[in-house]
C-alpha cells in the first residue's frame, strides 16, 4: 500500500473514514494526559479531521501530517480559515493560527520538526497501515518526539480474515511489541463498537472492538 492508494481515495470521494464530528473518545481521554498548554501536538495522517480543531480550542498547537493536498485544502475551506502556505524541501507547510498541516510524507519528517511534539494523537494512523509498516512508521514517528510526550492511540481489534483493511485490525499484542523500543503503551479502554458501525457487519465482521491507548516515552 503506497501513497497513490491514498491520494486515489480523496480524488475519488471514498474516504469513509472521514467523521463529521470530534471522536468522543479523544474528548473523555485527552485532558487525563496533562499535555502542557499551549504544547505542539502531532496529528499524524491527519486528513481533514475535525480533531483538530478541537485540539486547537483546547489551547493547544497542532502540527497534522496528510498526503493528499487535496484533504488539507478541504480541512481550511470547510472551517473557514485561510491558511498561509510555504513550501518545506518535498512537502508543504499549511498554517492558519494555531494549526499548521504538512501536506507530505511523514517519513520525510526528521527530529528538528518531531522533536517539538509533546503530544501525539493517532485514531487513524496506525490502523490505515499495513502490517509491515507499522514498526517502522512507530519508530520513526514515536521515536523522534519530546522526551516528555504523552499520547492518545486509538486502534481497532477484529478478525482480520472476516474483512480486508483499511482500517487494519491492530490488537494489543502487536501494539505492545510495536511501542516496546521507545515507548509505553498503557491500555485505558476497550469497547464493543459493532453494533454503531453497521458498515463493517455489512462486510462481515462479527465482532469489532476499539482501544485506547496512552502512551508516553518509555524510561530507562
Known amino acids: 500500500m503506497d501513497a497513490d492508494f491514498w491520494l486515489e481515495r480523496w480524488r475519488d470521494g471514498r474516504t469513509h473514514f472521514h467523521q463529521a464530528r470530534v471522536t468522543p473518545l479523544l474528548a473523555k481521554?485527552?485532558?487525563?494526559?496533562?499535555?502542557?498548554?499551549?504544547?505542539?501536538?502531532?496529528?499524524?495522517?491527519?486528513?481533514?479531521?475535525?480533531?483538530?480543531?478541537?485540539?486547537?480550542?483546547?489551547?493547544f498547537r497542532v502540527l497534522g501530517v496528510e498526503l493528499s493536498p487535496l484533504a488539507v485544502e478541504?480541512?481550511?475551506?470547510?472551517?473557514?480559515?485561510?491558511?498561509d502556505v510555504r513550501e518545506a524541501g518535498?512537502?508543504?507547510?499549511?498554517?492558519?493560527?494555531d494549526i499548521e498541516i504538512y501536506c507530505g510524507d511523514i517519513f520525510d519528517l526528521g527530529a528538528d520538526v518531531l522533536g517539538d511534539c509533546v503530544g501525539a494523537y493517532d485514531r487513524a494512523a496506525l490502523v490505515a497501515l499495513?502490517?509491515?509498516?507499522?514498526?517502522r512508521y512507530a519508530a520513526?514517528?514515536?521515536?523522534?518526539?519530546?522526551?516528555?510526550?504523552?499520547?492518545?492511540?486509538?486502534?481497532?481489534?477484529?478478525?482480520?480474515?472476516?474483512?480486508?483493511?483499511?482500517?487494519?485490525s491492530v490488537r494489543d499484542d502487536e501494539v505492545q511489541a510495536v511501542y516496546a523500543?521507545?515507548?509505553?503503551?498503557?491500555?485505558?479502554?476497550?469497547?464493543?463498537?459493532?453494533?454503531?458501525?453497521?458498515?463493517?457487519?455489512?462486510?462481515?465482521?462479527?465482532q469489532l472492538d476499539t482501544l485506547v491507548y496512552r502512551l508516553q516515552r518509555r524510561q530507562g
Open 29 to 59: 481521554y485527552w485532558p487525563s494526559l496533562q499535555v502542557p498548554a499551549g504544547g505542539r501536538v502531532l496529528v499524524p495522517l491527519c486528513g481533514k479531521s475535525l480533531d483538530m480543531m478541537w485540539l486547537a480550542q483546547q489551547g
Open 74 to 83: 478541504q480541512f481550511f475551506a470547510e472551517n473557514q480559515l485561510r491558511a
Open 90 to 97: 518535498p512537502g508543504r507547510y499549511y498554517t492558519a493560527g
Open 130 to 135: 499495513p502490517a509491515g509498516m507499522r514498526a
Open 140 to 168: 520513526h514517528v514515536y521515536g523522534q518526539l519530546s522526551d516528555a510526550y504523552r499520547g492518545l492511540l486509538i486502534t481497532l481489534d477484529y478478525d482480520q480474515d472476516q474483512m480486508e483493511g483499511p482500517p487494519f
Open 181 to 206: 523500543g521507545h515507548s509505553d503503551a498503557v491500555l485505558i479502554d476497550r469497547r464493543d463498537i459493532l453494533a454503531k458501525e453497521p458498515k463493517f457487519a455489512e462486510r462481515g465482521l462479527t
